[in-house]
């Protein structure tokens, strides 16, 4: 956190110095972008990723939607706006906050074309070789999306799962989801609730995301069930499929 306030984190752990969640998912040639928060210029960078097909919000929150300008330079290369998927609020509330991306500049003129294409996420988004399955996940203070994608699922910001969630996460390989702290939090869910998950989908893998500051990397590796480990910026998972 600025201050710099490392909590519970050693600071000289490379993998405790952590960006704001952010997902590519690429599969025969097809790119999706989940999420673009604050960082998401450094993130795609490090990563050399210069292009995405579609780029899906999984909800409004400005750790997941405030680096949207930097999104403009990906047009750039392709010479063409990139479709993003949300749902209704989400869109209208990136609408409001963001009207030049999506042609709206107003009198200076310097976005009079849009940036973005928007379009209302419904129960997948199907790219060439690549179909998302999309599920609704209570965050309390609003509702968040959840991604099943072949054996990979990614759930960030999420306090409660319904009986919907859980069909699709069903049989899933390999779990991302979110566990920001060890006490329970209002809008998310906490290590012991998020262990009790993992327990009951009985993943392969599962790895730990959106971490707060009392959550040390090391020390998790250590505490965490055999399965069951942080991610960390940079983290690559590789599927048969």
Not at 75 to 103: E, H, K, N, Q
Not at 166 to 172: N, P
Not at 182 to 203: D, M, Q, S
Request: with cysteine.
């Amino acid at each position: 956190m600025l201050g710099p306030i490392w909590g519970a984190c050693d600071p000289d752990e490379p993998k405790n110095r952590r960006l704001r969640p952010a997902v590519v998912i690429e599969r025969a040639g097809k790119r999706v972008l989940i999420d673009a928060g604050p960082d998401i210029r450094q993130q795609l960078l490090s990563a050399d990723i210069g292009w995405v097909d579609a780029i899906l919000f999984t909800h409004h929150h400005a750790d997941h939607t405030a680096g949207i300008d930097d999104l403009r330079a990906l047009t750039i290369a392709r010479r063409a706006p990139i479709d993003i998927y949300a749902d209704r609020s989400t869109l209208d509330d990136l609408d409001r906050r963001f009207p030049y991306m999506f042609g709206r500049g107003g009198r200076t003129g310097y976005y009079d074309k849009p940036t973005l294409i928007p379009h209302e996420a419904g129960d997948r988004l199907p790219l060439d070789g690549l179909d998302l399955t999309l599920f609704r996940q209570d965050h309390v203070v609003t509702t968040s999306i959840g991604v099943r994608v072949g054996p990979f699922a990614y759930s960030t910001d999420v306090q409660d799962l319904d009986d919907h969630a859980w069909a699709t996460l069903a049989g899933v390989d390999t779990w991302l989801v979110a566990a920001v702290r060890r006490e329970p939090h209002i809008a998310h869910a906490h290590l012991e609730k998020v262990l009790g998950w993992i327990e009951r989908l009985r993943p392969r893998n599962a790895y730990l995301t959106h971490l707060n500051h009392t959550m040390d990397y090391a020390t998790l590796c250590h505490e965490l069930p055999a399965g069951v480990a942080p991610a960390f910026d940079g983290l690559v998972l590789e599927f048969e499929s």
